[in-house]
């Protein structure tokens, strides 16, 4: 019983580090790279067209994904408010959002996460306060086309809806860990260079999250309208 007590006595004095760190709510379903790693474009998919897809937008609207396409592009963001490095991000990427709707991206944020309901989805996309498209039904199958694994990924198209990034935000948050600031803004990197007809010096990156099964049958969960309820 005394060496027990000295045990937990000696844990409690264990300093705490890195108090700030992510952790998931389920660790089954992290992602495998707790921080962000860079891709090959053509590992990525980076050039390739991205076909259109029908969705429904949370508040009902029918529409399609080049339907949102701005003079400069789309910038796709994945959403799940379950998802701890998802959260985290939302101010920044609404601030991003405000900034670059101006200068001609268009931005949608897309929900994976069957399991909430219409009214928490609502609610998510109130208090982002972005200018920008929140999907409902249609969102996995947008999932599937972009090839999602993460929860923490943004994808970037250009006008004629080629993608040319997709990846982390920037890697300040991830999993088991929080920097200070970021050291690489790779979203805001790409964004400048497209506005400037420049390439993109890093256009594919890993980005830590949950990991997205992007699923389209998944679909039938989300919805339709804002009185529709899932399941």
Known sequence: MKAMIITLLAALLVPVTNAEALEPFDPAKATRWPGVETVEPEEAGIGRKIEDVPFFQLYGQAT???KLTG???TVIVVRDPDCPVSVRYGPRISKMAHNYSNKGFSFAFIYLNEHLDVNRLQKDAANLRAPAVKIGRGSFAIAS??????????????SENHLVYRGAIDDQYGFGYTQDAPTHNYLRNALDARLKNMSIHTPATMAPGCAIDADPKKDDFLPVSPDSALS
């Not at 694994?149 to 994808?155: A, C, D, L, M, P």
């Open 64 to 66: 399609s994904l080049y």
């Open 71 to 73: 003079d400069m592009g």
């Open 145 to 158: 086309a972009l090839d999602v694994k993460s929860t923490g990924e943004v994808f970037v198209l250009d």
